[in-house]
């Protein structure tokens, strides 16, 4: 699916990033993570927050 937006032109919309990032997060707290890596997804996290409002 997500090849298919990148051979039409069109880029991840928001809510794509989003559902990504939401996705991540779970899966960084299920499984040891280094710290930076959770801190990272965290920081993008914040900033997708920060584009919403």
Not at 1 to 24: F, I
Not at 29 to 41: D, F, G, H, Q, R
């Amino acid at each position: 699916m997500g090849n298919e937006k990148q051979r039409n032109g069109k880029g991840a919309t928001d809510s794509d990033l989003e559902r990504a990032v939401s996705e991540l997060l779970t899966e960084l707290n299920a499984v040891p993570t280094p710290p930076k890596i959770t801190e990272l997804a965290q920081e993008l996290q914040k900033r997708l927050d920060q584009r919403r409002s």
